[in-house]
């Protein structure tokens, strides 16, 4: 679990192996090839944990493991159906080529930590061949053989694998080597390891990657790490979930084109403090060009919460010809042509579609016929039915957002979409953002209904001469308002009462901090720098050993996870010593 970027974080499978045990879920002592593990089960896989650990296990991420799961089985489906279709394989395998549908598809967990991911799959998920579970640390390695055997898989079926991510995917880039499924699950953030997963993933193949450094994905606090990261620039909006989802999309579009790939994103999901996509893959040089029409920027308002977005790139066809070109920039002033407050640039960014309607519909119907299988079944089909139900345009609006710039309290949603709709465009919500309005309507349509909703309840008395709330409503609306409710407004997610956005699952939720190592003894090659002082201040030794020591430290491994310069030093004081003596 490391990327070669010139550092390592050594700690990284910490937190990738925590678990937090809560009030909820029950856990339990056994005993297990002579040691005692705390046992926790979950869908069908157990795993064991040393007992004295400071083990933690968190329940809230079983929402990600189980929306993984059903993501992949409904992949499968969809993969089969292609493959019997395809007539070109159909004549490959006359000739002996054994597709993924008969040997069983491979997977590639790049980093599985304890290993419940790959143990869950491959006791979940039909039609395995195997699954590749890799991991940076030793422990983890043995945490996944000892998991592996303790629930019965049987060999050969789950592989542990202890090396690098990036020399594992860089490593298996042929397509013969290729996986049909590779998840990306790090802490923090997937980008060192974009690049290679997609080039390591058979075409048709699917991506599921998650980020957690939503303060660089989903805010403007740092703008030079996301560009680095990500290739863009996030902005502070009501949109910034889905702006980052679309971020990491561009990210991953950006890297498959180099190597004429181009991706068709499945589901992508804003969940709790963290984003998941799943992304197919595929070998097309055409659909690589179609990148820059479906990559853009995105001007927000810091004041009105107005926003426009443009692509770099437009498409025409002529006959049997496509022909690309730069856009044309947008006729913009420098501030928003309702509030006149400054814009902000975020992007390039993804600006097509995030989900693929059909997917989020057979994945709601696998997992609403499933019985029993998904302890988070009532969640994931509320978030993938708000999915299926969400307009494949970029961005949306809140209606606490519009109605704040007005200094007016928000009427019933259901009357705002129901406008929306009376005035022939197309209105929905999005599935980051509790009420949100998602629509192909103009801008200033959407103004001009915020107008005729504040005349029908009057103005506010606190609105001052000059302030964005007067500016917007000194404009006369252009369009007739009809707020007559259409039944069209109440989504079928809203009517079936799914549990359409998560609230708070329980106090001080969240990613929770680093699970600590193992203490055991170690030398000095095993300790990290900090490590390394504490152990020489708590146990004074004697020059020699320190020599000694040192010298050992220097000639391991660990120590390229020092910087150079620190490291010279090291070999100066070393030398030294050496000399003195």
Not at 35 to 57: C, D, M, R
Not at 269 to 274: L, M, W
């Amino acid at each position: 679990m490391t990327s070669s970027l010139g550092y390592v974080e050594p700690l990284l499978f910490l937190k990738r192996t925590q678990f937090i045990i809560t009030s909820k879920m029950e856990t339990s002592a056994v005993e297990f090839e002579g040691k005692t593990y705390n046992k926790i089960t979950e869908g069908q896989a157990t795993v064991l944990i040393p007992s004295e650990n400071e083990v933690f296990y968190n329940p809230i991420q079983q929402f990600n493991r189980d929306m993984s799961i059903a993501a992949i089985r409904t992949w499968q489906k969809i993969n089969a159906d292609e493959l019997q279709n395809n007539e070109k394989l159909k004549r490959k395998a006359l000739k002996g080529f054994e597709s993924s549908s008969s040997k069983g598809i491979k997977i590639l967990e790049a980093l599985a930590a304890s290993g419940l991911r790959s143990l869950r799959y491959v006791k979940e998920i039909d039609n395995i061949d195997y699954i590749l579970a890799n991991d940076l640390s030793e422990e983890a390695v043995e945490s996944i053989s000892r998991n592996s055997k303790y629930n019965g898989i049987p060999e050969g079926k789950l592989r542990a694998n202890q090396g690098d991510a990036l020399d594992v995917l860089y490593s298996n880039r042929k397509p013969e080597n290729q996986f049909d499924i590779i998840d990306i699950d790090p802490y923090g953030s997937a980008a060192p390891f974009i690049d290679a997963s997609v080039q390591a993933v058979k075409s048709g193949g699917l991506l599921c990657v998650t980020c957690t450094d939503m303060a660089v994905l989903a805010s403007n606090n740092h703008p030079e790490t996301c560009f680095a990261k990500y290739g863009g620039v996030s902005v502070r909006s009501e949109f910034c979930h889905e702006l980052a989802l679309r971020l990491l999309l561009n990210a991953i579009q950006t890297s498959a084109t180099r190597y004429q790939r181009h991706i068709v994103p499945m589901m992508s999901c804003s969940i709790d403090f963290y984003i998941r996509v799943f992304v197919r893959v595929y070998d097309s040089p055409v659909g690589a060009k179609d990148s820059i029409v479906n990559t853009g920027i995105v001007l927000n308002c810091n004041g009105c919460s107005s926003f426009k977005y443009q692509a770099l790139g437009t498409k025409t066809c002529n006959k049997n010809n496509f022909k690309y070109h730069s856009a044309t920039g947008p006729n913009l002033n420098s501030v928003c042509e309702i509030c006149s407050s400054k814009l902000t640039v975020a992007g390039p960014c993804w600006i097509s579609s995030i989900h693929n309607t059909s997917f989020a519909k057979q994945m709601y119907e696998l997992v609403s016929e499933s019985e029993n299988k998904f302890f988070t079944k009532k969640r994931m089909m509320g978030m993938i039915k708000v999915i299926e139900e969400e307009l494949e345009i970029p961005f949306h609006y809140t209606l606490s957002a519009l109605c704040s710039a007005v200094k007016s309290g928000c009427p019933p949603i259901i009357k705002i979409c129901s406008a929306i709709l009376n005035a022939g465009y197309k209105v929905s919500s999005a599935h980051s953002c509790q009420c949100s309005i998602k629509t192909d309507a103009p801008t200033n349509i959407i103004w001009d209904i915020i107008r005729a909703h504040v005349n029908s309840v009057g103005k506010s008395k606190k609105i001052e001469e000059n302030s964005i709330s007067c500016k917007i409503l000194s404009v006369e609306s252009s369009t007739a308002v009809d707020f007559t409710i259409r039944k069209e407004a109440n989504p079928e997610s809203r009517k079936c009462k799914l549990v359409r956005y998560q609230v708070n699952p329980e106090k001080f939720w969240g990613p929770k901090s680093r699970h600590k190592t193992v203490k055991r003894k170690a030398n000095m090659a095993d300790l990290d720098r900090p490590q390394l002082f504490e152990k020489v201040r708590a146990s004074p030794i004697s020059r020699k050993e320190a020599v000694h020591q040192l010298e050992v430290f220097l000639s391991s491994s660990a120590a390229q996870t020092v910087p150079s310069g620190i490291t010279t030093q090291l070999t100066k004081i070393s030398k030294a010593f050496t000399e003195s003596n």
